[in-house]
Antibody, heavy 121, light 107 residues
Framework: QVQLVESGGGVVQPGRSLRLSCAAS????????MHWVRQTPGKGLEWVAL????????DYVDSVKGRFTISRDNSNNTLHLQMNGLRTEDTAIYYC??????????????WGQGTLVTVSS | DIQMTQSPSSLSASVGDRVTITCRAS??????LAWYQQKPGKIPKLLIY???TLQSGVPSRFSGSGSGTDFTLTISSLQPEDVATYYC?????????FGGGTKVEIK
């Protein structure tokens, strides 16, 4: 069965960095695009970033452009989100999401349980 | 960027009622619209994609329709297990914006 397990969340001071990882199993990782989606506790969903199946196409929500980088390691079935210059408004649960196709512009059909990132001084 | 506005933000209905949730886009786009269900304390679940295609395993009481700027999620007969927050998402191009959510409760 499809499994997505996020890790790397925690408490970090504003301006610092954090790297999230998502270990994928139960499917051919290299055949699917992936997303990161975040949710402030008790609030709505916000799409953050996408990568195509091979990493050749990547895109971001404006609020994280230049600060966050999505990447993937298809040999190790792992998705990453490097987050630099963190701000208090980046505090959220970050979900790793498998997308229904090779390209990123597609809905997410499997979601991980999420990892909480708290940015606070 | 296209903004997605859901209405209502919350609703309360009786078991067996027909429930309709609307998602309006600030600009029209092709049929790349999905609906998700998030039950309290759970992760989101894909219900519908491409406006009206039911994801595998989703009960047939859920349906989607619409085009251009106006899209609708309908629950034909509300069940207690449908208590959740529902989100639309457009995915024609980045940013893949979600609507603000509609919380559905049982009266």
């Amino acid at each position: 069965q499809v499994q997505l397990v996020e890790s790397g969340g925690g408490v970090v001071q504003p301006g610092r960095s954090l790297r999230l990882s998502c270990a994928a199993s139960g499917f051919t990782f290299s055949n699917y695009a992936m997303h990161w989606v975040r949710q402030t506790p008790g609030k709505g969903l916000e799409w953050v970033a996408l990568t195509s199946y091979d990493g050749s196409n990547r895109d971001y929500v404006d609020s994280v452009k230049g600060r966050f980088t999505i990447s993937r390691d298809n040999s190790n079935n792992t998705l990453h989100l490097q987050m630099n210059g963190l701000r208090t408004e980046d505090t959220a649960i970050y979900y790793c999401v498998r997308v229904r196709s090779l390209i990123g512009e597609s809905p997410g059909d499997y979601w991980g349980q999420g990892t909480l990132v708290t940015v606070s001084s | 960027d296209i903004q997605m506005t859901q209405s209502p933000s919350s609703l309360s209905a009786s078991v067996g009622d027909r429930v309709t949730i609307t998602c309006r886009a600030s600009q029209g786009f092709s049929n790349y619209l999905a609906w998700y269900q998030q039950k309290p304390g759970k992760i989101p679940k894909l219900l519908i994609y491409d406006v009206s295609t039911l994801q595998s395993g989703v009960p047939s009481r859920f349906s989607g329709s619409g085009s251009g700027t106006d899209f609708t999620l309908t629950i034909s007969s509300l069940q207690p297990e449908d208590v959740a927050t529902y989100y639309c998402q457009k995915y024609n191009s980045a940013p893949l914006t979600f609507g603000g959510g509609t919380k559905v409760e049982i009266k």
